[in-house]
């Protein structure tokens, strides 16, 4: 079956600028049509995936509960290397969750039109990765009937946890921003919720009638929403830039040689940037392709964000250089062990790996042919994802592997325990993803609406100029 041809025949030879998606003439009835019209076409495929996606979470499940029953000893943990696939794929996924708040919170004070169809989608990507997130304090403590030791609370016998424990503050810092991103995600979406109540019926409208927490769309809500958005919007960026600084200190104020630096906290917020407006791209282009969104997710927003994925690309090189030439000049010699086994030894096919998927997607990312080509853009931001997973287990894994003590150095092999949880998290958030496209409007349609007001053609002469009006 062909695709279906959103393109406005009305535009298309009056005007050059009818590709972009808020000068395009659709009605609002067309709009609200062309976005639920996807979310109700769940053929084999659909189904397919899920089943798929399902069983793998199945089966990392049964391998958390082998590793709750045996203890930590069925994974590959060993000394001196006692930080391994779980807490790499925990700042991962922490990292991951940034690129919500970067496309929705900062360029929605910065007014950036160009962000209105993606907003959802990256809230979304940044609630469902601090999930997966969440689950590794927990799968990393072994004994999880013991998780209320994490939580700050006067208990009957006196005794405080632990507040040195980097565990208590992944635990305040993650359930913070998950809460505060849930928050921002659901009042965005009371407006669609609405409009979704209004178009459908069965199970749906029940669902979208209590979601939208009876929603009318009056003027007076409407300014409640705003102010709500723009409160939400300035308190976010704080919580996301402390919680990779957060992150960080958990190396950073070890006395683990290549962790004690103080350069690690801005490091990882930029590589938590980089990671996560990379996987936001390459999950745009899959639903783009997959739920025919095309009319909605044009060139001119692959072209923007590519964009942004190669400065943060950019300013990740800085900081990794600035961090690397001084341990180099430090000249420590467990740190000059380390960089000779990255460099030379057997880290080195890791190490090469993360340095050329990190930086050949920035040099692909200058030419605008591939920023604005969906195969080629999803090709460099699953590269670009590929090297920071790398630089992460080398940060973890291999630092780890030396230290003061030559005698108590080691090495780590993981077990089918670490790589069945691991691949669990990556299938669960694919899943939840899968579902909640199909269940929540995934374009923002009050959004579109929205900049669209503010958009019109104005001829000036015998040229057809876009002018924006500024809205209260």
């Known amino acids: 079956m062909s695709e279906p041809d959103y393109t406005a025949p009305e535009m298309a030879q009056t005007s050059p600028y009818d590709e972009r998606l808020l000068l395009a003439q659709r009605t609002d009835s067309e709009i609200n049509q062309a976005v639920l019209q996807p979310m109700m076409q769940t053929g084999k495929g659909f189904w397919a995936l899920v089943t798929i996606l399902s069983l793998i979470v199945a089966w990392g499940m049964y391998?958390?509960?082998?590793l709750i029953y045996w203890g930590v000893g069925v994974t590959g943990k060993n000394r001196p290397v006692y930080w391994t696939l779980f807490i790499t794929t925990f700042v991962f996924w922490v990292g991951i969750s940034h690129a919500g708040t970067m496309i929705s919170a900062v360029l929605r004070l910065l007014k950036a039109d160009w962000r209105r169809p993606i907003t959802r989608g990256a809230e979304a990507m940044t609630a469902f990765a601090l999930l997966m997130a969440a689950l590794y304090p927990l799968i990393h403590l072994g004994r999880i009937w013991k998780f209320y030791w994490m939580i700050p609370y006067?208990?009957?016998?006196?005794?405080?946890?632990?507040?040195?424990?980097?565990?208590?503050w992944d635990l305040v810092a993650i359930f913070t921003y998950l809460i505060g991103s849930s928050l921002y995600l659901y009042l965005a979406l009371i407006p669609d919720m609405a409009m979704a109540r209004d178009h459908t019926g069965s199970w749906r409208y029940k669902l979208y009638r209590v979601l939208a927490l009876g929603w009318r769309g009056t003027e007076g809500e409407w300014h409640k929403l705003h102010r709500a958005l723009g409160i939400f919007s300035v308190a976010i960026i704080p919580i996301f830039l402390s919680v990779h600084s957060i992150v960080s200190w958990d190396f950073a104020v070890t006395i683990q040689p290549r962790w004690h630096s103080t350069i690690f906290a801005p490091y990882f917020v930029i590589g938590a940037v980089y990671?996560?407006?990379?996987?936001?791209?390459?999950?745009?282009?899959?639903?783009?392709?997959?739920?025919?969104?095309?009319?909605f997710l044009r060139a001119e927003h692959f072209d923007a964000l590519g964009k942004l994925v190669m400065i943060a690309g950019m300013a990740w090189v800085y900081f990794w250089f600035a961090g690397f030439i001084v341990e180099w000049y430090g000249n420590e010699p467990v740190v000059r062990?380390?960089?000779?086994?990255?460099?030379?030894?057997?880290?080195?096919?890791?190490?090469?790996?993360?340095?050329?998927?990190?930086?050949?997607?920035?040099?692909?990312?200058?030419?605008?042919?591939?920023?604005t080509t969906p195969a080629l853009l999803l090709a460099?931001?699953?590269?670009?994802?590929?090297?920071?997973?790398?630089?992460?287990?080398?940060?973890?894994?291999?630092?780890?592997?030396?230290?003061?003590i030559p005698f108590n150095w080691g090495t780590y092999r993981p077990t089918w325990v670490e790589v069945s949880i691991v691949a669990m998290t990556f299938a669960g958030f694919a899943l939840l993803y899968t579902l909640f496209s199909r269940i929540i409007p995934f374009v923002p349609v009050w959004e579109i609406k929205e900049g669209r007001l503010r958009y019109t053609m104005r001829r000036i002469g015998r040229l057809l100029v876009p002018t924006a009006a500024e809205l209260d």
């Open 63 to 66: 391998a958390w509960g082998y």
């Open 154 to 168: 006067p208990n009957n016998r006196l005794m405080w946890p632990n507040f040195q424990s980097p565990l208590m």
């Open 275 to 295: 990671s996560g407006l990379a996987a936001l791209a390459s999950i745009l282009v899959v639903v783009r392709r997959s739920m025919r969104l095309q009319e």
């Open 337 to 371: 062990e380390l960089i000779q086994e990255e460099v030379a030894g057997k880290l080195a096919p890791f190490f090469y790996l993360q340095m050329s998927a990190n930086l050949i997607p920035i040099v692909l990312l200058v030419f605008k042919r591939v920023r």
């Open 380 to 404: 460099a931001t699953l590269l670009i994802n590929v090297g920071m997973y790398t630089e992460r287990a080398l940060i973890v894994i291999g630092s780890l592997q030396r230290n003061d």
